[in-house]
Nanobody, 126 residues
Framework: QLRLVESGGGLVQPGGSLRLSCATSGFTLNYYTIGWFRQAPGKEREGVSCISSSGEITHYTDSVKGRFTVSRDNTKNTVYLQMSSLNPDDTAVYYC???????????????????WGQGTQVTVSS
């Protein structure tokens, strides 16, 4: 019943932009922080961004600061990740995840999240 479904990935040239969506169901989205993670070939799963239940607190990993923007529309049960100035190092499968505890500001590791989407592939290449 509880689901998170990512969409919006694809193939884009360096310098391009994509917007990822995380559609949720089965829980009250405005109670929970949502995180974005990515996993590139040969690398560990990496936290990219997160947004608190109210949207007032956002975090970004250093490599995406100034290029990515996370937002949420609780009325649509959807969280977004706007990505710009993409480079090949951004190539990865991107996942959204629900924080385990209600109203908890962005957990610092994947262990703070209990439900995950299936992922959407982002490939940045010429």
């Amino acid at each position: 019943q509880l689901r998170l479904v990512e969409s919006g990935g694809g193939l884009v040239q360096p310098g391009g932009s994509l917007r990822l969506s995380c559609a949720t169901s089965g829980f009250t989205l405005n109670y929970y922080t949502i995180g974005w993670f990515r996993q590139a070939p040969g690398k560990e799963r990496e936290g990219v961004s997160c947004i608190s239940s109210s949207g007032e607190i956002t975090h970004y990993t250093d490599s995406v600061k100034g290029r990515f923007t996370v937002s949420r529309d609780n009325t649509k049960n959807t969280v977004y990740l706007q990505m710009s100035s993409l480079n090949p190092d951004d190539t990865a499968v991107y996942y959204c995840a629900k924080a385990t505890m209600r109203w908890t500001p962005c957990p610092s590791s994947p262990g703070g999240y209990d439900y995950w989407g299936q992922g959407t592939q982002v490939t940045v290449s010429s």
